[in-house]
C-alpha cells in the first residue's frame, strides 16, 4: 500500500473541504450585509407550522405572512413533498428570498417505524442502529425534511424518567459509540445529499438526571461527573459531524441549560470549537421565566441569545424583544449576527440557497416511503433489540410443528403500541404488525392459534381469567404478552411506580399454574419490575416496542428464524427503592458482597442491592465459552498500548451472536473510580463448535479520567481487565500495570 499517495490524498481532500467551507462563508456574509437586524432575527425565529396545511379556510394565515415578510427561518411539524414545496415557495416571495428550514421529530423512523432508540440500543450492532437512522433520513428528506430533533444522547440512569425510551441508556461509552452511529446514519456521506437531514443531539446537558426521574425537573451534579458521564456522548456526536444541538429544560446546577452560558459558549462552541448552531428545546427560552431565572420574556431573550443559544423554538421570545434588546444595548449584535451565520452556513452547506425545492421531489417521495426495502430493514432492526432474559427449560425457540399455541395477554393483539411513543402517524394504512399477526404469517393456517384476552392493561379486573386459563389448558405452549401500552413512556411519562401495570402479573400467575409451558414477552419502553413473572416465568423475552414489523420480528425469535442476541443497555431494579441503580457504582468504605452478613453493611434490609437483570445481560438460544486470556504485556507505559486476546466458542447446537464486553476497574485511584467501567465490546457471529479469537487493545485514553480539576489524566497503577458476558457475568480477568 502506497501510504504517501493515501496521505496527499487525504490533504487534497481536507484543502477541497477547506476551500469550499471558505467559499461558503464568503456567500454567507455577503447575505448577512444585505440583511436587516428584524430579517436577521426572522432567521433565529422557528415556528410550529402544523396547521398550515388542510382547507384554505383552516390554514394558519399569519405563519404565510410572516413567511412572505422574512420573519421566519424555520418551520416544525410540517410533513410531504407537495406542502413543504408550498410553504418553500412562500419564503421566496421573501425580500431576500432565504430558504426555509424543514424540522421534524424523526426520532425512531419517518414513515416505516423501527424499534424505539432504547431497544435498538438492546442490539449494540453498530451498522443496524446506523441502518435505522438511515433509512429514517432517507425517508424523511424524500418528503422535504431537512433536519430531524435526533439523537437524543442522554445518559439516564433513573427508569422512573419516561424519557428514557428515547436514549441509549445507563453508560458513556455505550452512549457515544451509538450516538456516533445515529448521527452518522442521518447525514449519510455528507450534508447536503438528497437522502441526508441534519442530525440534532440532544438535549444538552444532564437532562437525563433529572431529580427523582421527574421529567423537566432540576439537576444537580459535579462538574466532575458531567464531563465524566454526561458530556460524552455529546462529543461523540460532534466528532461524528452532528450539524446541530439541541439545548435542555432543565436548570443545572441552579441555572436552565438554555441560558447557560458554561454549556453553550464555554464547552460546546468553545472547547469543542463546535461549528453548526444551538436550537432551544419547545418554548425553552420562555420557560426561564417559569423557573424563576428571568423576570420576563424579554430579559430570557437577552440571556439565552448572550448564552449562546442560537434559534428559538416556539416562544417567540427573539421575535418580539430582540431588536429592543439590540438597539438598548443589552445584547451585542455581534451573538446575533454570530447566530445567523451559523444558520445560514448550513442552509447553504443543504444546497437550499440554490434550488430551495431540492429535496421536496414527490416522485422521490413516493418511491421511497415504505417501500419494500425500508420495511425489510425495520424488521432486521427489530429482531436484533429482542432481549432474551430468562429461558430456563429451553421452551425457546418453539418448534413450528406445534400444533395448537395459546396466545393470551392485553397486548397479543396490540398494533399501535408497537408504535411506540414518538412516532408519527400516517392514518389507517399505517398499522404495525401484532404479536399475533406475527405468529399467524410464521405458522399459517398449519398451527391452531387461541385467543384470551385475559385482562386490561391498567385496572384491577379479573373476570377475563377463566377464560385465559381455560384458553392455556387446550394449547400445547402458552405465548403471553404483558407490558405498558405506547403512551405509558416518553416525554411528561415520569412514574412513581413502574412495576407492569394492572393486575397482568396475576394474570401470568394464574397461566403459570396451570402447569402448561410458559413463554412471557414484556413489552413496554423502559425498564419494568416483574418480579413475579421473573422468578417463576421459565422463559422471557423482553421486546420493547418493535416498531412497524413488530409482530414478524418476534415471531423470527420466538420460533428460531433468528437467535436473539439483544443485551441490556440500563440495569432493571428488582424494587423501586434501589433507583437510582446502575452497574458502574463505587465501592462504599463498608462495601456488601452477596450472600454475606449485610450487618453494618452498604445494604438494604429488605431486598438485595443487586438488580433483577444487569446492565449487558442478554441470552442466546447457544451457549459460548470463554477461554484463553492473554495481555501481550502486564506493565505499560503512559504512551504504550497493551494487546488482549481470547477466544470464544460456540459450545451450543445454533449458530449466535455474542456480544463480547470488555471493562476495566482502576484499583486505586483519586477520586476512587467504579468497580467497573464498559471500556470496548465486539459482536461476533459463531456457528456451533466454531472458536474465534478476539483482539482488544486498551491505551492511556482508556485509562483516563477527569480529577476534581476536570483535568483528563491516567493514574499509574494497577488495572483489573475483565471480559464476559454482561456486567454481573465475567468470564475471564487478568491484571495490569500502568508505570510513570
Not at 353 to 361: A, I, K, L, T
Not at 407 to 430: E, T, Y
Request: glycine share 8%; aromatic share 8%; hydrophobic share 40%.
Amino acid at each position: 500500500m502506497n501510504y504517501k499517495i493515501i496521505a496527499c490524498s487525504l490533504l487534497l481532500i481536507s484543502i477541497n473541504v477547506k476551500a469550499q467551507q471558505s467559499k461558503i462563508e464568503q456567500k454567507v456574509d455577503s447575505v448577512l450585509n444585505l440583511m436587516t437586524l428584524q430579517e436577521k432575527i426572522g432567521q433565529l425565529n422557528q415556528l410550529n407550522a402544523g396547521d398550515v396545511t388542510g382547507p384554505e379556510d383552516k390554514k394558519n394565515v399569519n405563519i404565510l405572512e410572516e413567511i412572505r415578510k422574512g420573519k421566519i427561518g424555520s418551520l416544525l411539524n410540517v410533513k410531504g413533498a407537495k406542502i413543504t414545496k408550498e410553504l418553500q415557495q412562500e419564503a421566496m416571495k421573501s425580500r431576500l428570498k432565504i430558504p426555509l428550514f424543514f424540522g421534524q421529530d424523526v426520532i425512531h423512523g419517518y414513515r416505516v417505524i423501527f424499534p424505539i432508540p432504547l431497544a435498538e440500543a438492546a442490539s449494540w450492532d453498530l451498522d443496524a442502529i446506523k441502518l435505522s437512522a438511515r433509512v429514517s433520513a432517507r425517508e424523511a428528506s424524500s418528503s422535504g425534511i431537512h433536519w430531524t430533533f435526533a439523537p437524543m444522547v442522554d445518559i439516564a440512569r433513573d427508569p422512573r424518567w419516561g424519557r428514557v425510551m428515547e436514549g441509549a441508556g445507563e453508560d458513556p461509552y455505550l452512549g457515544s459509540v451509538i450516538a456516533r452511529a445515529r448521527v452518522l446514519g442521518f447525514q449519510g456521506t455528507s450534508l447536503g445529499d438528497l437522502d441526508a437531514v441534519m442530525a440534532c443531539a440532544k438535549h444538552f446537558a444532564a437532562y437525563g438526571a433529572a431529580i427523582a426521574g421527574r421529567d423537566y425537573n432540576g439537576v444537580d451534579m459535579s462538574k466532575r461527573q458531567l464531563w465524566e458521564v454526561y458530556l460524552p456522548p455529546f462529543k461523540a456526536a460532534l466528532d461524528a459531524g452532528a450539524a446541530t444541538f439541541m439545548n435542555s429544560f432543565n436548570t443545572l446546577n441552579g441555572i436552565p441549560a438554555t441560558g447557560n452560558s458554561y454549556l453553550q459558549r464555554d464547552i460546546l462552541k468553545g472547547n469543542w470549537g463546535f461549528k453548526g448552531f444551538v436550537v432551544s428545546d419547545w418554548d425553552s427560552i420562555k420557560e426561564m421565566v417559569a423557573h424563576g431565572y428571568a423576570k420576563d420574556l424579554k430579559e430570557a431573550a437577552q440571556m439565552a441569545i448572550t448564552a449562546g443559544n442560537d434559534m428559538d423554538m416556539e416562544s417567540n421570545a427573539y421575535e418580539g424583544h430582540l431588536a429592543k434588546l439590540v438597539k438598548e444595548g443589552k445584547v451585542n449584535i455581534d451573538h446575533v449576527n454570530d447566530a445567523v451565520k451559523r444558520i445560514l452556513i448550513k442552509k447553504f452547506e443543504l444546497g437550499l440557497f440554490d434550488n430551495p425545492y431540492r429535496f421536496s421531489d414527490e416522485k422521490r417521495e413516493k418511491a421511497e416511503l415504505n417501500s419494500l426495502a425500508n420495511k425489510a430493514a425495520s424488521r432486521e432492526v427489530a429482531k436484533k433489540s429482542i432481549v432474551m432474559l430468562k429461558n430456563e427449560t429451553g421452551i425457546l425457540p418453539i418448534s413450528k410443528a406445534t400444533k395448537t399455541i395459546a396466545l393470551i395477554g392485553p397486548l397479543v393483539k396490540a398494533n399501535q403500541d408497537m408504535r411506540g411513543f414518538w412516532a408519527l402517524s400516517w392514518g389507517k394504512d399505517d398499522i404495525p404488525l401484532s404479536l399475533y399477526e406475527g405468529v399467524r404469517n410464521k405458522l399459517g393456517n398449519k398451527t391452531k392459534l387461541l385467543y384470551a384476552k385475559g385482562c386490561n392493561i391498567n385496572d384491577s379486573v379479573t373476570t377475563g381469567f377463566r377464560d385465559a386459563i381455560e384458553t392455556a389448558r387446550n394449547a400445547e405452549v402458552v405465548i403471553m404478552a404483558v407490558g405498558e401500552t405506547f403512551d405509558m413512556t416518553g416525554e411528561a411519562k415520569s412514574k412513581a411506580d413502574i412495576h407492569i401495570p394492572g393486575v397482568q402479573e396475576q394474570l401470568v400467575k394464574a397461566i403459570i399454574e396451570t402447569g402448561k409451558p410458559v413463554i412471557v414477552l414484556v413489552m413496554g419502553g423502559r425498564p419494568l419490575i416483574f418480579n413475579y413473572t421473573a422468578t417463576n416465568a421459565k422463559s422471557i423475552l423482553f421486546t420493547w416496542w418493535l416498531g412497524s414489523q413488530a409482530g414478524d420480528a418476534m415471531a423470527d425469535v420466538l420460533f428460531g428464524d433468528y437467535n436473539p442476541s439483544g443485551k441490556l443497555p440500563i440495569t432493571f431494579p428488582r424494587s423501586i427503592g434501589q433507583i437510582p441503580i446502575y452497574y458502574a457504582q463505587t465501592h462504599t468504605g463498608r462495601p456488601f458482597e452477596e450472600g454475606k452478613s449485610a450487618n453494618y453493611r452498604s445494604a438494604y434490609l429488605d431486598v438485595s442491592n443487586s438488580p433483577q437483570y444487569a446492565f449487558g445481560h442478554g441470552l442466546s438460544y447457544t451457549t459460548f465459552k470463554y477461554s484463553d486470556i492473554n495481555l501481550d504485556k502486564t506493565e505499560i507505559a503512559l504512551n504504550d498500548t497493551i494487546k488482549i486476546s481470547l477466544k470464544i466458542t460456540n459450545t451450543g447446537k445454533y449458530t449466535g451472536e455474542e456480544v463480547v464486553q470488555l471493562y476495566i476497574q482502576d484499583k486505586v485511584a483519586q477520586p476512587v473510580r467504579p468497580i467497573l467501567e464498559l471500556k470496548d465490546f465486539q459482536k461476533i457471529k459463531l456457528a456451533p463448535g466454531e472458536t474465534k479469537q478476539l483482539v482488544f487493545y486498551i491505551e492511556k485514553e482508556k485509562l483516563s479520567f477527569y480529577n476534581d480539576d476536570l483535568k483528563w489524566i491516567a493514574q499509574p497503577g494497577d488495572f483489573e481487565v475483565m471480559l464476559g458476558s454482561a456486567a454481573d457475568d465475567i468470564r475471564l480477568r487478568n491484571a495490569f500495570t500502568l508505570k510513570d
